[in-house]
DNA sequence: TAGACGTAGA
DNA sequence: TCTACGTCTA
């Protein structure tokens, strides 16, 4: 209803290319790169009705890292963030069981990375293309442990520029 | 920041007419006629620093009453919320006091209602007009109490078409 | 820093 | 019905 233009996609979205900026979650929405509004992690189920991810956020609410090598290490969602209400382990369902399924699924995994705009810059929220999810990880003591994730950018896609460039605009 | 494109604004805003309709809060924020995301009072200082209201949002969180003679009853804000989190009773503070000293100050108020969209429509924020705040009492047992206003539309004004012209579109 | 009549999807 | 790496203003 509204605005939503698109079901859950799989893949690269057309008319979406690497490097695309946004500034809101809700332009993610309506191009279809990443359905949730506030959630990290957009679901589907795939042909065999296996819960699979598509997309994910990477907006500093968790301590993701992202390397120039085009690897990333995402936390997954749910449990106790820093100060936040949220209190325990983070299960292994919804997005958290989807993006594990990936593995074996060999699904391919949108990232989207939010920059936090230093120097007075704008926030925005950048495709960085299709990344596969190689390894799945918990960590942390009880009652706090998270899930991660280890993910690959697959190769032969437009590169990125971090760093300098993107002071430029 | 971001696309929010004007402060505070007293009275009708440019460009804006009685009937103009808007899918989204945020859209209600970007025009200037309504710029907090949630809440449903907005704010503002007066010349003399008085805290008054500018606008509010009828949405149905709260059991508001419009009737068809241009008289709207509008609950305060905070509190607690039929099956919500919130407890006790309202306090006269931030949009609650705000909405009292309209009465005083004589500040115009825009409302704006939304209409939940039956048959399956849409749901629509509409923009209703300017009211002037008459009345404040409080309601309710000990440990829920609430702040009620009383708001009447003022005359001269485009008129509403409610019920079943708002059924065609 | 926290609160607020938000939204979409599961 | 509830959750979720939202987003604004005070």
Redesign the interface.
Known sequence: ???TQHGPIVGNVLGIEVGDEF??R?ELNIVGLHRPYQGGIDTTRDRYNVLIAISVVASGGYPDQLSRSGELVYTGSGGKISGKKGVGDQKLEKGNLALKNCIRTKTPVRVIHRFNGLNGE?PMFTYDGLYNVVDCWREGQPGSKVFKYKLQRIPGQAELHYGSETSHR
Chains 1, 2 share one sequence.
């Open positions: 209803s509204g605005f500034l809101y809700v704008t």
